[in-house]
């Protein structure tokens, strides 16, 4: 059963990276662009969250803090240089 779910949060996943990447091309202003951004971010920290309690690898739950961390901080930068505030 719980493998059954893990398959489908795969799946959800997947389909929440092809409607990222969709509109990281297609969007029209650059603050689309940014937001599908973040959520690939988030869709990949999740995915390397499930990932650890896949393979009963816990370091990955480190790398994917670190990752989300970068990401959080990323956004940031990039927003306030949109806004012309750097």
Do not use: C
């Not at 690939?40 to 995915?47: E, K, P």
């Amino acid at each position: 059963m719980i493998q059954i779910i893990i398959y489908v949060t795969f799946g959800f996943m997947v389909l929440g990276i092809i409607f990222s990447a969709w509109r990281i091309m297609k969007g029209p202003t650059a603050a689309d662009r940014i937001l599908a951004l973040d959520t690939l971010t988030t869709i990949s920290v999740s995915g390397m969250v499930l990932l650890a309690y896949v393979f009963n690898r816990f370091i990955y739950l480190d790398v994917a803090l670190i990752y989300g961390v970068l990401g959080f901080i990323g956004v940031l930068v990039i927003a306030r240089y949109l806004e012309g505030a750097l």
